[in-house]
């Protein structure tokens, strides 16, 4: 029988977690009113601000959550270089929507690096998570539907990027970028909620790991 002992740091993580499902719900409802008012209309993007200033928050908020829960895989030669990849990724991101609001950095180069962070996030969820659905009293509801968003978010932007450049009928243009961005829509919007539920596994459930922190069995449902 495995002896566990506790993980440091959990119940604090969890209350970053809590506090990054919130910003990221603002996030999401920010980011659909900038494309529902603000992009027909041209502008003035006072929710296009908010959704970067969110965004910043956000992207600081998960690193304490990211790194808690990476304590949890089975060890691997990866886990280190993934773990502070990810963690890099965070802080480019939350620095380029940061200096985005304060007008330091231009609209494209901030897209482009937040982008970037946001895939590799989206990577982070679908190797950690796919890692984590064999891992004891680790949930495994959680572990797939972070596999999910970080599946459907990899797959959904380059086919919204093939969908920008294929030639062809309009039409095909548009049904195969309206499939990328039903994806990553998806997985957009369940990120927030995959950080609400690590809270509370985090508060309520995540304490304990194997010594050692050696592979483990079959979890137990969530």
């Known amino acids: ?4 002992v506790e993980v440091p740091g959990a119940k604090t993580a969890s209350v970053f977690a809590y506090s990054a499902a919130a910003v990221g719900v603002a996030g999401v409802l920010t980011l659909g ?5 603000e992009v027909p209309k ?8 908010i959704n970067d200033a969110t965004g ?12 808690q829960v990476h304590k949890r895989l089975p060890e691997s030669r990866w886990n280190g270089p993934l773990k502070w990849i990810t963690v890099g990724a965070c802080a480019a991101g939350a620095a ?3 200096l985005l609001v304060f007008k330091v950095l231009d609209f494209t180069p901030s897209t482009v ?4 962070a946001i895939t590799v996030q989206a990577a982070w969820f679908l190797v950690a998570n796919n890692k984590l659905r064999s891992v004891d ?5 959680l572990a797939q539907l972070g596999r999910f968003i970080g599946g459907a978010l990899l797959v959904g932007l380059p086919v919204a990027g093939l969908g920008y450049l294929i030639p062809g009928p309009e039409w095909l243009k548009y049904v195969v970028m309206g499939a990328g961005f ?15 539920k690590a809270g509370r596994f985090l508060r309520h459930k995540g304490a304990v790991q194997p010594a050692g922190g050696a592979p483990m069995g079959r979890p137990e449902p969530a």
Do not use: C, H, K
Not at 1 to 4: A, E, I, P, T, V
Not at 33 to 37: E, N, R, S, Y
Not at 137 to 141: G, I, L, S
């Open 33 to 37: 009113a900038m494309f529902a008012i």
């Open 1 to 4: 029988m495995d002896s566990f």
């Open 96 to 98: 380029s929507s940061a």
């Open 42 to 49: 041209g502008g003035p993007f006072v929710f296009g601000t």
């Open 137 to 141: 009293r680790y949930p495994r509801e």
């Open 56 to 67: 910043a928050v956000f992207n600081v908020l998960v690193i304490p959550v990211i790194l």
């Open 113 to 116: 690096v937040s982008v970037a």
């Open 182 to 196: 039903v994806a990553g829509s998806a997985s957009w919007v369940a990120w927030p909620y995959w950080y609400f």
